[in-house]
């Protein structure tokens, strides 16, 4: 079955930085790459998703990234703010069916 | 996007004892899968549950262990079975809904003493 990985599994910057979270998949028809954040005590909420036909798709002050060849995609967040803490998960999915997700990026932002 | 309801919020349970969740979908739905989350940890997928055939188990999954079932297109459940202390954890239910998007319910914290 599909493999995630995800690094860093921590991750701290100062309020105003980027944040970069990186994923790799070894499932080759994987094809959907969605990003979760989960704050504490709450249920994941999707925040931003690619798809294999694209390579980077932008949402304010998120960005995704997707290199197919080498089955690798990435999180970006910029201009962080302390309400950008949380636990973010990547996963992989073929066609919207089973994800799978990575081990998970817990981000503190320091004010 | 669907709304999910699932109960029981949270549990404790005694060991050897069966917790059954169940997660009721305001719309129909195709698939419904069951994920476990161990404090601290990612999401593991338990099961798909499709309505109207048996369940499919991940890898370390049994049937025997986490029955699930899928009476309809709005609603499954999932039987945490024989339960002891490993098996504290977040039990969450989701569907896909649209085009690859993906909804979790609450979650269930089962806690087992």
């Known amino acids: 079955g599909e493999n995630v990985e995800q690094h860093p599994s921590t991750l701290s910057v100062q309020e105003g930085d980027s944040a970069v979270i990186k994923c790799t998949y070894s499932d080759s028809a994987s094809n959907y790459f969605p990003w979760y954040k989960q704050e504490l005590g709450k249920r994941p909420q999707l925040i931003i998703d690619i798809r294999s036909n694209v390579g980077e798709k932008k949402d304010q002050r998120i960005a995704v990234t997707l290199n197919k060849t080498a089955k690798h995609f990435s999180l970006h967040i910029t201009e962080t703010q302390p309400e950008d803490s949380a636990v973010y998960f990547c996963a992989a999915s073929i066609s919207g069916n089973q994800f799978y997700f990575g081990t998970g990026t817990s981000l503190t932002v320091i004010p | 996007s669907a709304v999910i309801s699932q109960k029981p919020s949270r549990d404790i349970c005694q060991r050897g004892t069966s917790l059954t969740i169940q997660c009721q979908v305001d719309s129909q739905v195709t698939m419904m899968f069951w994920y476990r989350q161990q404090p601290g940890q990612s999401l593991t997928l338990i099961a798909t549950a499709n309505q109207g055939s048996e369940a499919t188990y991940e890898s370390g999954f049994v049937i025997d262990k986490f029955p699930i079932s899928r009476p309809n297109l709005t609603f499954s459940t999932l039987t945490v079975s024989n339960m002891s202390p490993e098996d504290s954890s977040i039990y969450l239910c989701?569907?896909?809904?649209?085009?690859?998007?993906?909804?979790f319910g609450s979650g269930t914290r089962l806690t087992v003493v």
């Open positions: 989701s569907v896909a809904t649209g085009r690859y998007g993906y909804t």
